[in-house]
């Protein structure tokens, strides 16, 4: 990798090699052909742009410490920033070549070989006439202008060169409907709704497109989408204008189908196609998608139909409720899309009400039609052979079974289809692929700087969303720390953050953050386009809570009592009942959860991503946890089941035992190694001191404090 220096290597043609440098999108420098990655402050980055944006002159340092620190007093950002000049001047390759400094000034070299993807940007916009290079300038747009930063400078410059693109979008777009190609058209309307959700006009131009590439269902969905996005705002609904264009463009999409099938009757000839990019229901997607880029790149490679041999057909993607399995799934067969000639299709299962409708779901999406006499599935496995086409079959958890079946003979009978699957369990199917979907990555708890925090996948989808909200929200020095806190509280799960950045426009952050005691009742009032289950926090737990069996809902209940996580042996002696249930008693209340039982119920809970292995160490317990989201929900439902004073005090028996135990041996050899065991347990260790106070048990509660006295 690229590290600074101010030596000056020179390329194999004896040139100095040309820096290259990338402020759309994620921030990235390549030296030559290295990659520079000495340069991952965002200080640095805002710096280094800033001296980018205005190299035409030399710039007051005074005026750049005030714009990069405001808030700080004139000599201490002074100082702030000839630190930041010292840690650049040693990441930057060839410094010197670029930066030109004296005691007042500084200045980025013009004249030194360097490209900047802001300028190819501007320069592809001015010279961009035909589609081919308005393609190209779009194409270069790749994201904001340093998306992570918030300084007010930076503002107006990330407002301006977004406006260009958005000018650059509706030329493209206008130019590519005069030439016929509509399903291009379509795609960059799609980009341009993404700018602007709110705005009407491009609705209407939208459900126009869709009726010319022959596809009045896409209209129909667009106006739908309409319809449920305005419906977030208060008394919002589309205008007349945009109702009375849709009623036009449904009636003529009406009469041109019913005029082609005439003429194709006629003439035994099929109407002409007007499609030039693969056909898909996917859905129409109104917010940015934030991080996950490596994940992205990586399934596309294991779903690649250039490596037909090796290629996965069959990838499940699991998690958490609200872990953003769905939204996922759905960018990863977007950009897929040109691969698979047969299109790609999008069924949602979690409206239906019994398995058997599935193969009806699938066959709608398809606009496949039932033969009179025939399954409907044999219908669809004819339809399919020798397709080559993607399926995204979302929600298969509620009925895994019927799904394992109809995805292994669709995998069986149709060798050129590819399936996606979400679930919040794994199909064990032979040839899945499971994609355990992550939460959010999270700014590091140890980092108050403000502006990193910036840089974390979840703040930044805090903010894009509170924007959504309420547009004059920013992230600011005041607010950063504690917008990370939510984050955190929230453990990066894309449904909670996006709850609580709605909340933004009646509440400041820090009343948000003080209302997450009580995350359930703080975080309802989702979007309107949601599906109900993903409309509150309580209803995404709800859902994955019903489809478990009584043995795994009382066995995720009693887990909730850990703090900072548990192993399998103390989840046995914790959670586990002496006794069996009587054979003729089928209640839940009845059941008693032995401890021979917990390991094959605890797996059961972690393949529905309800616990998550955290520590995995050779030589050492496994240690599990529940991300904190759903240990609260957990522990509400053990509270309304009457066992928390049970459960309590066997956790609290648990680690008093645990604790005389290592009494003795925490003052013996052995005392580094239950120094860590008590450091691992000290949340619990803490969690039972707490439930013995609380409840009067003194005595055990004074046996507890005595044998922790040398920790």
Wanted: aromatic fraction near 8%; proline fraction near 5%; glycine fraction near 4%.
């Amino acid at each position: 990798m690229a590290q600074g220096s101010n030596s000056v290597p020179l390329s194999e043609s004896g040139s100095a090699p040309v820096l290259h440098i990338q402020l759309l999108g994620n921030f990235r420098l390549v030296y030559g052909d290295q990659p520079v990655t000495s340069i991952e402050a965002p200080r640095l980055q805002a710096l280094l742009a800033y001296l980018l944006l205005h190299r035409d002159a030399p710039q007051s340092r005074q005026h750049i410490a005030f714009l990069l620190y405001p808030d700080s007093a004139e000599a201490q950002a002074r100082t702030n920033l000839r630190n930041q000049m010292h840690y650049l001047r040693k990441a930057l390759p060839a410094a010197d070549r670029f930066l030109i400094a004296d005691a007042q000034t500084l200045q980025w070299n013009s004249d030194a070989p360097f490209t900047l993807d802001v300028d190819d940007f501007e320069n592809s916009v001015a010279h961009a006439s035909s589609s081919a290079t308005l393609r190209e300038a779009v194409n270069l747009y790749r994201d904001e202008l340093l998306p992570g930063c918030y300084d007010d400078w930076i503002l107006p410059e990330r407002e301006q060169l977004r406006q260009k693109f958005v000018e650059t979008l509706e030329r493209l777009i206008l130019l590519l409907e005069n030439q016929r190609d509509f399903r291009a058209a379509i795609s960059f309307t799609e980009r341009l709704l993404r700018q602007d959700p709110l705005r009407e006009e491009t609705y209407r131009r939208l459900m126009r497109l869709y009726v010319l590439s022959g596809d009045s269902a896409g209209a129909r969905r667009v106006y739908q989408t309409c319809v449920a996005v305005l419906k977030r705002e208060p008394d919002a609904e589309p205008s007349q204008e945009t109702r009375a264009e849709f009623e036009r463009l449904f009636n003529q999409a009406a009469a041109a189908e019913k005029s082609a099938s005439a003429h194709s009757v006629r003439s035994n000839i099929p109407p002409p196609k007007t499609t030039h990019t693969p056909p898909n229901n996917l859905p129409v997607q109104l917010t940015s998608f934030i991080g996950r880029e490596q994940q992205i790149a990586d399934l596309k490679r294991l779903l690649s139909l250039q490596n037909i041999s090796s290629r996965t057909r069959l990838v499940t993607f699991t998690g958490a409720g609200g872990s953003g399995k769905t939204r996922l799934a759905i960018q990863v067969a977007n950009e897929l899309l040109p691969s698979f000639q047969a299109g790609v299709w999008f069924v949602d299962l979690a409206p239906l009400a019994v398995p058997a409708l599935i193969p009806q779901a699938i066959a709608s999406a398809l606009s496949v039609h039932e033969q009179p006499g025939r399954a409907l599935l044999d219908t669809l496995l004819d339809y399919l052979r020798g397709k080559e086409l993607l399926l995204l079959l979302d929600n298969c958890e509620q009925f895994v079974a019927a799904c394992v079946e109809i995805v292994r003979t669709l995998l069986e009978k149709c060798p050129r289809v590819q399936i996606i699957a979400t679930s919040r369990e794994r199909l064990n199917l032979a040839g899945e692929t499971v994609w355990l979907v992550p939460t959010l990555s999270l700014p590091d708890a140890d980092d108050g700087a403000w502006s990193d925090a910036s840089h974390s996948e979840a703040v930044r989808l805090f903010v894009e969303r509170a924007l959504s909200a309420l547009p004059t929200f920013a992230l600011t020095r005041q607010n950063a720390n504690t917008v990370a806190q939510i984050c955190r509280r929230l453990d990066g799960i894309p449904l909670a953050i996006e709850l609580a950045a709605a909340r933004i426009k009646l509440l400041t952050p820090a009343q948000i953050a003080t209302r997450l005691d009580d995350a359930f009742r703080l975080l309802t009032r989702g979007s309107h386009a949601a599906p109900p289950r993903q409309q509150t926090l309580r209803a995404a737990m709800d859902w994955s809570y019903e489809l478990l069996s009584a043995p795994e809902q009382m066995l995720f209940r009693r887990l909730s009592v850990f703090s900072g996580g548990f192993t399998l042996e103390s989840a046995e002696e914790v959670c586990g009942d002496v006794g069996r249930r009587t054979a003729d008693d089928e209640s839940e209340s009845s059941f008693v959860l032995h401890p021979d039982e917990i390991l094959d119920l605890l797996s059961d809970l972690v393949d529905k991503s309800l616990v998550v292995v955290a520590e995995w160490k050779e030589g050492e317990h496994v240690r599990y946890r529940m991300l904190e989201t759903i240990r609260e929900y957990a522990h509400e439902k053990l509270e309304q089941k009457g066992e928390t004073k049970q459960i309590g005090s066997q956790h609290a028996t648990y680690f008093l035992e645990l604790a005389e135990n290592g009494d003795l041996l925490l003052r013996g050899h052995e005392q580094l190694k239950w120094f860590r065991r008590f450091e691992t347990e000290h949340d619990n260790l803490r969690g039972a001191l707490q439930f013995l106070w609380l409840n009067t048990h003194f005595t055990e509660y004074l046996a507890l404090a005595s044998s922790l006295a040398w920790f």
